[in-house]
């Protein structure tokens, strides 16, 4: 198979990232991971909702995503929030680097799915939203959703 034509499987969604932050810019990294835990993510007991995304060492590592414990694991099990390294290619590890300097802007995790048999990670370079801005985007999204009602009709 091609390098499109794999399947791609979503395992978990941050649903609180495009409500609290305004997305600027994507990038679908690699992940690296123990047996245990692959196993979990078939399963989909994970969850990004508290999850960033830092960068150590010239490296990006994902921090603090609960990928629970393997129920059939045993003492080799793993644990459930260690930090994760994140495979990225050198210079987009430098040029995110680069904007997280920037005042506001952070890296957060929107998705998890597994592409073919690995398992890939969009983040997303964001900028938090004030409450109100988060009050217009909600507003913004029931319109459209009513427009669309309207058209159907």
Not at 13 to 19: D, H, L, T
Not at 63 to 77: F, L
Not at 98 to 118: C, D, I, N, S, W
Not at 120 to 146: N, P, T
């Amino acid at each position: 198979m091609s390098e499109t034509e794999r399947p791609i499987r979503e395992i978990a969604f941050n649903r609180k990232a495009k409500r609290d932050y305004e997305i600027l810019d994507t990038l679908e990294v690699g992940i690296v991971l123990v047996g245990t835990e692959v196993k979990t993510l078939r399963n989909g007991h994970v969850s990004l909702a508290e999850s960033f995304v830092k960068i150590r060492d010239g490296q990006m590592w994902l921090e603090k995503c609960h990928i629970d414990e393997y129920v059939e694991g045993n003492v080799y099990n793993h644990d459930p929030v260690r930090s994760r390294r994140l495979l990225a290619h050198k210079r987009e590890t430098v040029k995110w680097f680069q904007k997280m300097k920037e005042k506001g802007l952070t890296v957060v995790p929107l998705r998890l799915f597994f592409k073919g048999r690995h398992a890939k990670l969009e983040i997303a370079m964001a900028r938090g939203r004030k409450q109100h801005d988060k009050r217009q985007a909600l507003k913004d999204r029931d319109s459209r959703k009513e427009l669309r009602g309207l058209r159907r009709r």
